[in-house]
């Protein structure tokens, strides 16, 4: 509520400070050192407006800045900086560091809400992580992982039998 009477007050003198119509000719004597005149100038040597702060201390918006008020301020963060140690919702198990989401298993299936369907085009590229950057071992011209044929399975599906990744029956 002080936040909506602070911003109402800004308003007003502004609409009062910026418009000469009606307005009884006041002389520089008759204003303060503080008075804002037609061109929003003040009447003080500095040009520099004076450090504005609302309740609780936060800063007052720029004139002509626009402010979302539906959210608290302090809940809002650009999507590039949100905190990386909070998973997004319904993201609980982690993995490595990174938060997934239960059947993460069938990615095709469980995210592409998300991330879109083709993984890649949504909030976050699956492929920002996973990638074939690991798949390191050349046989018959073809990188793969090492290890067993069971870690492919994510990608490559029950029984390799495709998925994200190729299905490896096409070559073996």
């Known amino acids: ?7 109402l007050g800004i308003g007003i003198l ?11 000719d006041l002389g520089a004597a008759d204003v303060g050192p503080d008075a804002v005149t037609d061109l929003g100038q003040s009447n003080q040597d500095s040009a520099q ?16 800045e626009v402010v ?3 959210e608290p301020k302090d809940t809002l ?10 998973p997004p919702p319904g993201h609980t198990e982690n993995v490595g560091g990174v938060w997934h989401r239960p059947g993460k298993e069938d990615p095709k299936k469980n995210c592409t809400s998300c991330h879109g369907a083709d993984l ?14 690991d798949h390191t071992k050349v046989r018959g011209g073809v990188k793969h992982k090492d290890g067993q044929s069971s870690t492919c399975t994510t990608c490559h ?12 029956s096409k070559c073996h």
């Open 68 to 70: 979302d008020m539906t």
């Open 157 to 168: 599906g029950p029984n390799n039998s495709g998925g994200l990744g190729p299905a490896c």
């Open 120 to 133: 890649a085009s949504g909030v976050k590229s699956c492929y920002d992580c996973h990638n074939a950057n």
């Open 49 to 64: 407006p004076p450090d504005l702060q609302g309740p609780e201390g936060q800063d007052l918006p720029a004139q002509g």
């Open 14 to 24: 502004v609409a009062c400070s910026s418009s000469s119509k009606g307005k009884a």
């Open 1 to 7: 509520m002080k936040q909506l009477l602070l911003l």
């Open 77 to 86: 963060q650009p999507k590039d900086t949100q905190d990386v140690s909070a």
